[in-house]
């Protein structure tokens, strides 16, 4: 007999990356509609957990107007003699697999940043509560983490009530996040691996360390250790970093022996402080991502909650799609905000010398991390919405990518076999360019060239190589 057989659907890992787009939709819990969504695990004592016990304070699925889209809140407690604190944040993040297991309910991001979608198809087979959805989580919990003894599941679409706990939700995870500040790479042996994302990003593999969280934002390296302890055959697992290839990269044998192994193949190498070369592979599940802006040779930043454009153009949606999926892209990286506020934050690039844009929000969320010199130098939507204007803030304030487009102009000859329009490019400083199958790395060059001409390698030069 089926554990899910109360179920009105099918729940099973093969609805995992299983995507619910908005003509399939009934309804829309959380989201970039809705400022206050969460999830949130607390570890309790015995004696205050009720098992089994399931609470929706709000409407209801059948009560939500078809189309909707609300506030939405998940409160978990267990309870459990070998339940430890520092198991807060394994168990939490084990909300967005279990969710995905079930049919046409779909979960995305983490934390402050969910995204759930209930599709017109399940809810009219009779998904239509969240006791179905509470009732799976808490069998899931006990079946696959069964030192969880006591747990109770609680709710949350009342508006006011979501922004309540909401607001406590940052407390807690802001002081989760500082608990792994001032620890360095360099003072341990292991790393910590997830590839809880898999399911929509199959050769992603996230590689946490002290100092480079996780790219969703919810896992620190103390989560990766307390998860691998207590399930070690879970997605979360150790990596050996074995040897030091590259301190200024972040490069270790280990860490490409063992993502080579769980991306099948897919990833080979990875530099975990840079956005180029062998840059660390997305998600989509990442808080926000760093983007290189060519025409200012510089970094803008997004993060998932930026409604507007970027001053380059583009929405979060249109940056997100180009890195995520499992892909190593140069130029675009999918961060944490935790990992904005480490030493080894994109050190290969320049770090916050590099930066040149972001939303004021997460401005004022870092700022006590970033060097003090250029905080003032570093352009919001507020200062710059677009690049022409972006270029002239960097040199009034004099921000330090200014001496960068001093670099000398040199010359470049190509052979001709195709024609590209020509296009004026300055201080591309060792930057890859990847478009049509071809990579292009300038090192330290401003080039102005009335034409390009690229020529294809032929199949059979290619397999001689």
């Known amino acids: 007999m089926s554990m899910f057989e109360d179920i009105p659907v099918d729940v099973g890992v ?22 206050a969504k ?21 409407p209801d699925l059948k009560d939500v107007q078809e189309g909707g889209n609300i506030p939405f809140g998940i409160y978990i407690e ?11 944040g394994v168990i939490e993040r084990r909300i967005h697999e279990y969710c995905n297991f079930i049919e046409g309910f779909m979960h ?52 006011e009530k979501v922004r309540q706990i909401w607001e406590q939700a940052m407390k807690i995870y802001e002081a989760r996040d500082a608990k792994a500040r ?54 979360v697992f150790a990596i050996p970093k074995g040897e030091l ?7 270790y044998a280990g860490v490409n022996e063992v993502v080579k192994k769980k991306s099948l193949g897919a990833v080979n190498r990875v530099w975990l402080y840079t956005s180029f070369g062998y840059p ?68 290969v690039d320049g770090g916050w010398n590099r930066i040149v844009w972001l939303p004021a929000s997460v401005k004022e969320r870092v700022h006590e991390f970033m060097p003090k010199e250029v905080v003032d130098k570093i352009a919001t939507e507020n200062e710059a919405k677009s690049v022409e204007e972006l270029q002239k803030f960097l040199e009034a304030r004099g ?24 296009v004026p490019v300055t201080g591309l400083a060792g930057v890859p360019i990847t478009a049509g199958g071809f990579k292009i790395i300038l090192k330290d060059a401003k080039i102005h060239a009335r034409k390009v001409i690229i020529r294809a390698i032929k199949t059979e030069e290619k397999k001689k190589r």
């Open 399 to 422: 921000h330090p990518i200014v001496e960068r487009w001093k670099a000398k102009p040199v010359e470049v000859v190509a052979e001709e076999k195709e024609e590209v329009p020509a």
């Open 78 to 88: 267990v309870a459990g003699k070998d339940v430890e604190e520092e198991l807060e």
């Open 182 to 235: 001032g620890m360095k790479d360099e003072e341990v042996d292991t790393f910590y691996g997830c590839t809880l994302c898999q399911s929509f990003a199959p050769s992603h593999v996230c590689v946490i360390t002290p100092q480079r969280y996780s790219n969703c934002g919810s896992i620190s390296w103390f989560d990766g250790r307390a998860s691998a302890r207590v399930d070690p055959k879970g997605p």
């Open 38 to 58: 969460f999830e949130l695990v607390r570890v309790k004592g015995l004696d205050e957990v009720e098992d089994g016990k399931i609470t929706v304070v709000g």
């Open 280 to 347: 660390h592979t997305s998600c989509g599940c990442f808080e926000g991502v760093a983007f290189y802006i060519p025409e200012v040779d510089g970094f803008g930043i997004v993060h998932r909650g930026f409604k507007e454009v970027t001053v380059n153009g583009l929405p979060f949606s249109t940056l997100a799609d180009s890195t995520a999926g499992g892909r190593q892209v140069d130029g675009f990286h999918g961060i944490s905000i935790e990992y904005m506020r480490s030493p080894k934050f994109l050190q």
């Open 14 to 35: 093969i609805y995992e990356g299983e995507r619910i787009r908005r003509k399939d939709m009934y309804v829309e819990l959380g989201g970039p509609k809705q400022e």
């Open 245 to 251: 290839i590259d301190p200024e990269k972040g490069e």
């Open 108 to 159: 995305l991001n983490q934390r402050y940043d969910i995204w759930l979608r209930v599709s017109k198809k399940s809810f009219q087979k009779g998904l239509n509560s969240f006791n179905y959805i509470g009732k799976v989580l808490m069998k899931l919990y006990k079946s696959e983490l069964p030192f969880i003894e006591k747990i109770q599941v609680t709710f949350l679409t009342a508006p």
